[in-house]
């Protein structure tokens, strides 16, 4: 009897002191200031720091975690999961028809969402009307809404969406299929829009359903950026683009019908644009002619724009003397050239970034813009048969303030790139694509001579394909040596591990060797 209960007291002070140490050891990982050994007391509680963070400090530390890392915050505790949903701001969903029941409960959590994207698959049933109203009613704070592929929503769902969300500034809408009584009902409710942009929107086709002009509605006081891609019509965008009053960007790609008389009517109304972009647009120096009315003018991309010439360019540069950024290209038509650039450069002091694409420049041209625009930062000279060794070298002589040269098939080789060692001294990185006679020997030489130049070179050619086998020279000339190098398995996306690219490295050698096995078994078993 005497040894049990002498047993049972040694048991009982064992699990004491082990419940003791263990709730020392819980307080001091969440506060290493308290640690067991600096007092003689072991503390009878672990202190939750943590809990005594108010929301708002919770909520930064949330902010600054990738979504991921939210996600999983958020299955910590009720209290983390409550302050992890009221401080999203941003949210992007599957816009499936099957999104509707989950609505209420969804912005129930997130109940402070205001840049919201809903994105649905082309071949799936996007949600409609009514889901895009309910949307609305929760999240009347909304500033920022993208639509993709949302093939249900009609002008009536629209309609109720402006009516509840006044305060929108930025809508994005591509495959969608309302039209212009839709577009106009966001446009007459919301006040604050500020950016719009629109891509493939049908309907807006060309079957008779645009005869309501678009625009310019209540926003048109505080439009500042409009963006138009592949639409069929996108000159019913016109009242809106001649009412926008404060437009600074405009940017019109891939859409149908003639533009230079409504860009002469738009550059007349409208003359605070700072930023032009066309891409294969129908316009000609007429355009270009109007354009130059907008005397504030800083970035210019002339895109595939076949019928605008060395006219039209002049015409832009002698009145637009703010121009920093310009982009063309010249689609090899060599109808933009010397005479053009050079009137670039001399009435265009600010030029900083320069691209020119298919467009066939001289020495004369790129001496005149290294002399006469002292801040050229950003050159691009691609597809140009004129650029070679001597335009190098004249480049590396004069444009000192150039930071980044891109070369792309041009005839240009080693000894103009040699020039790039002792000119251009601010330059910090170069990139040399598909330059034929440019060698690997030429950019190594260049790397050695400045170690602190980024010097990238892709000389167009695949790479060599990796022998596969491990162990040298393959005894038996019979095996088809291909076969190894062919993994089993397709492709599929890393994630973030350290290991995922050592795990399908050593994946595609046993799948290589697996291949040769059975390919080694069948020609035996086809021999004897």
């Known amino acids: 009897m005497g040894q049990s209960a002498s047993a049972a007291a040694i048991s009982s002070r064992r699990e004491n002191n082990h419940s003791h140490r263990s709730k020392s050891i819980a307080a001091a990982l969440i506060s290493p200031m308290l640690a067991p050994e600096e007092s003689g007391e072991v503390l009878d509680f672990a202190t939750d ?23 999983r915050c958020s299955l910590v505790c009720r ?28 912005f129930s959590r997130f109940d402070a969402v205001t840049k919201l994207a809903l994105k649905c698959e082309r071949r799936s049933t996007s949600i409609g009307d009514e889901a895009l109203a309910l949307i609305s009613l929760r999240c009347r704070n909304l500033t920022r809404l993208k639509l993709r592929a949302c ?54 086709g060309p079957d008779g359903s645009t005869v309501e002009p678009i625009g310019p509605g209540v926003a048109g006081s505080s439009l500042k950026t409009i963006c138009l891609k592949e639409l069929y019509n996108g000159q019913c965008f ?4 001649i009412g926008a009053k404060n437009l600074k960007t405009l940017k019109l790609y891939r859409c149908g019908g003639d533009w230079d008389k409504l860009l002469q009517v738009i550059a007349e109304r409208v003359t605070s644009m700072v930023e032009i972009h066309l891409e294969k647009l129908q316009v000609s120096d007429i355009a270009l002619a109007a ?22 360019l002049i015409s832009v540069s002698e009145r637009c003397k703010l121009l920093r950024k310009l982009h063309i290209d010249g689609w090899k038509s060599n109808r933009v050239g010397d005479e ?22 001289t020495k004369v041209s790129l001496e005149s813009l290294a002399t006469n625009c002292p801040n050229l930062e950003r050159l691009a000279l691609c597809g140009s048969d004129t650029v070679g060794d001597p335009e190098l070298l004249c480049i590396a002589a004069k444009c000192g303030a150039l930071k980044k040269l891109c070369i792309k098939s041009c005839p240009v080789s080693d000894v103009g790139l040699e020039g790039l060692a002792s000119g251009c001294p601010n330059m910090v990185k170069v990139k040399v694509k598909k330059c034929r006679l440019v060698t690997p020997e030429g950019a190594d030489s260049l790397r050695a001579k400045r170690p602190t130049l980024a010097v990238n070179l892709d000389t167009g050619e695949p790479p060599l394909d990796a022998s596969a086998s491990d162990g040298g020279p393959q005894d038996n000339p019979a095996v088809e040596l291909p076969l190894a190098t062919q993994p089993a398995f397709p492709d599929i996306a890393s994630s973030s591990t350290g290991r995922s690219a050592s795990f399908k490295s050593r994946l595609s050698v046993l799948s290589g060797r697996t291949l040769v096995a059975c390919t080694l078994r069948r020609w035996v078993s086809r021999n004897f």
Request: charged fraction near 20%.
């Open 151 to 204: 093939r249900e929503l009609t002008d009536a769902g629209m309609l109720a969406f402006a009516k509840n969300c006044k305060g929108l500034k930025k809508l994005s809408c591509g495959s969608c299929t309302f039209g212009a009584k839709g577009m106009n009902a966001v446009l007459d409710n919301c006040s604050a829009l500020e950016e719009l942009s629109v891509k493939r929107l049908r309907g807006i």
């Open 291 to 312: 354009i130059s009315n907008c005397l504030d003018l800083e970035i210019l991309h002339l895109v595939k724009t076949p019928d605008c010439t060395n006219v039209g």
């Open 49 to 71: 720091y943590i809990s005594d963070l108010p929301d708002e400090c919770l909520a930064c530390i949330f902010h600054s975690l990738g979504s991921g890392d939210r996600k």
């Open 79 to 106: 209290r983390w999961l409550t302050v992890e949903g009221q401080s999203r701001h941003r949210l992007s969903l599957n816009a499936q028809a099957d999104l509707q029941p989950s609505i209420g409960s969804l």
């Open 238 to 241: 016109g009242p809106l683009i």
């Open 340 to 361: 053009g650039l050079i009137s670039v450069a001399k009435s265009c002091p600010n030029l900083q970034e320069l691209v020119l694409i298919g467009v066939n420049p």
